[in-house]
């Protein structure tokens, strides 16, 4: 590997169910019955989610692990394929060509895992190397990018990292607010990444030019003494989220302080980060991260919109983000850009991009 290389995000591909939910429908749906509840739903500042049902006709209150797991399994390989689908016919090629494949996901486990499974669905090579990363919550793409990079810039060839999660198949109800707000906030969705060494054309000559991203490096910032602040626990076979009112307050500091370690590592000043892909994880995280990195609100218009739109799909947001930067105002080349997420652990993970 040589010092000088660099992995570039030359394309994504982006793909959420087919069905879209208001948050009011989605209030229903769930069964709420309270004006209290209903209330918090509708000040998310969130408009709409897409959720993946393997039976329209089956109403959440009567599903068992089973049929959650399924839905897991059913709906991330969907979305997954979906999404490579979209991101490599972008560049021109073929499954067969891809050498390397990392997938990402939290809200559900399978064995063989979701890329031995994408490798039937799709016509990888059978000699396609690939992994498996989970339990990184909405932090998991950035893991998945930086294996999926190190590989493109080893090897020369070209490397998928995959973020996929079923939110709806991770719910749990109760009366505590962390489950509320897990239901009010989460949806289900895939994004890949499309990764290959700076320089290098990984794409037929016929294929389009790619708005991408080179990554100049990563970064993480992990509190243990936050473990118990985010993440699942396992309560009869079912998920059941783990939000920590604290989260609003401390995630500002702890993105701030990965933000540092990131751009202290390569000589960067913050003044000369032109453009913030930023994971939206609720309005109050939003709002956290946007007072400690002294953010202005048309900083973070891109990842507003995503919430909006979309709501929290927890790992795959953040490239749903990136893929909204690149489309709705296209950065100058060479402008800088951080992307970042917050994780369980409690964890930030993040990478600076040159457009």
Excluded at 54 to 75: I, Q
Excluded at 284 to 296: N, Q, T
Excluded at 301 to 329: C, K, W
Excluded at 332 to 342: F, H, I, K, N
């Amino acid at each position: 590997m040589r010092g000088d290389v660099q992995a570039r995000i030359t394309h994504l591909g982006v793909a959420v169910p087919a069905e879209r939910f208001s948050q009011q429908e989605v209030y229903e749906l769930i069964g709420y019955r309270s004006a209290a509840i209903r209330k918090f739903f509708l000040n998310t500042e969130i408009g709409y989610r897409h959720l993946y049902r393997v039976n329209a006709e089956t109403a959440p209150s009567y599903e068992d692990p089973n049929f959650l797991l399924r839905r897991f399994t059913e709906g991330s390989v969907s979305l997954a394929k979906e999404a490579i689908e979209r991101c490599l016919g972008r560049a021109g090629i073929e499954p067969r060509q891809v050498e390397f494949l990392a997938v990402a996901t939290s809200t559900g486990y399978v064995c063989p895992g979701l890329s031995a499974r994408l490798m039937g669905a799709l016509e990888f090579p059978h000699h396609l190397q690939h992994t498996d990363i989970v339990g990184h919550g909405c932090a998991g793409a950035l893991p998945a990018l930086q294996r999926a990079g190190d590989f493109a810039r080893a090897n020369g060839g070209p490397a998928l990292a995959v973020a996929v999660e079923v939110c709806s198949a991770a719910y749990y109800k109760d009366a505590s607010l962390e489950t509320v707000i897990g239901n009010a906030l989460c949806a289900d969705g895939a994004a890949a990444a499309l990764l290959a060494p700076s320089g290098s054309r990984a794409r037929p000559a016929a294929a389009p030019e790619s708005r991408g991203a080179t990554v100049l490096g990563f970064a993480s910032a992990l509190y243990p003494e936050y473990l118990g602040h985010v993440g699942f626990d396992t309560i009869d076979g079912r998920h059941r989220i783990r939000l920590s009112k604290e989260l609003r307050t401390i995630s500002g500091p702890v993105v701030q302080d990965l933000v540092k370690r990131l751009l202290d590592a390569r000589g960067v000043e913050a003044s000369r980060v032109a453009r913030w892909v930023l994971h939206p994880g609720g309005v109050r995280v939003i709002e956290s991260i946007k007072h400690h990195l002294g953010l202005r609100d048309d900083q973070l218009a891109a990842s507003q919109h995503i919430l909006y739109h979309y709501g929290n799909m927890s790992s795959p947001t953040v490239l749903f983000v990136l893929e909204r930067v690149l489309g709705s105002d296209p950065p100058r080349p060479g402008e800088l850009g951080v992307m970042a997420a917050l994780g369980p652990g409690l964890c930030a993970e993040g990478a600076l991009l040159q457009f």
